[in-house]
């Protein structure tokens, strides 16, 4: 089984639909993340939480929201969402004392 | 603001051959630099972490320098083979401890 998973893997929505997207993990790593890949970009940070308490925005969280339900759970949330948020989303985890992060397969969002 | 560019885009290679793929990073204050790899339809798999104190880092066919100074990195890939086809991403780690991401540099070793 996949340390790091996240359903949806392919998501198409409509302008104005809430979207979650889901991130578990069995690494039971503190630190999770999430991030946006957008075609010819290298990988922005949404949001990132060093615990369950702890929730951070990143670079680019307008639009979004996140929950940490658990150690093992992150999910990301699009309110409205719109076409400029059609790209592949990646969650991540991590320990505090390294700086190595373990990404999940990603999941492609359209949104038309 | 910190911003990290990879030259080139995208390089096509025969398989054999020894490449070197470039990272540039305008702020020097960094914890660290990795270089990931992404394939298709998968996650990043991380290939090499260089400590801020450290000056390059090897495993295997891949060897990884820094000069913070300069705001440089490179990775190095000896003889190369067609599963190393991928796009390998660069990522710089600052004072709150994120990763700031180049665009990558998409790699095709031809057989």
């Known amino acids: 089984d996949a340390d790091v998973t996240q359903t949806p893997r392919n998501r198409i929505t409509k302008t104005g639909k809430r979207i979650m997207l889901e991130c578990s993990q069995t690494k039971g790593h503190d630190r999770m993340y999430w991030y946006r890949q957008d075609p010819g970009l290298g990988l922005r940070l949404i949001y990132y939480s060093f615990d369950v308490k702890d929730i951070n925005k990143g670079e680019i969280s307008d639009g979004y929201s996140v929950s940490r339900q658990a150690q093992a759970k992150f999910s990301l949330s699009l309110e409205s969402a719109i076409p400029n948020q059609t790209a592949l989303y990646f969650c991540?985890?991590?320990?505090?004392?390294?700086?190595?992060?373990?990404f999940g397969p990603g999941t492609r969002l359209t949104v038309l | 603001k910190q911003e990290v560019t990879q030259i080139p885009a995208a390089l096509s290679v025969p398989e054999g051959e020894n490449l070197v793929l470039n990272c540039s990073f305008t702020?020097?204050?960094?914890?660290?630099l990795q270089w990931f790899r992404q394939d298709p339809g998968k996650g990043l798999t991380s290939l090499l972490l260089i400590q801020s104190s450290q000056r390059e880092q090897t495993s295997g066919r891949l060897n990884a320098s820094l000069d913070k100074s300069s705001g440089r990195s490179t990775l190095y890939i000896a003889a190369s083979q067609p599963g190393d086809s991928a796009t390998y991403l660069c990522?710089?780690?600052?004072?709150?401890?994120?990763?700031?991401f180049g665009s990558g540099t998409q790699l095709t070793v031809l057989p």
């Open positions: 991540a985890t991590g320990l505090a004392e390294s700086d190595t992060q373990y």
């Open positions: 990522a710089v780690s600052g004072s709150a401890r994120q990763l700031t």
């Open positions: 702020d020097s204050a960094i914890y660290n």
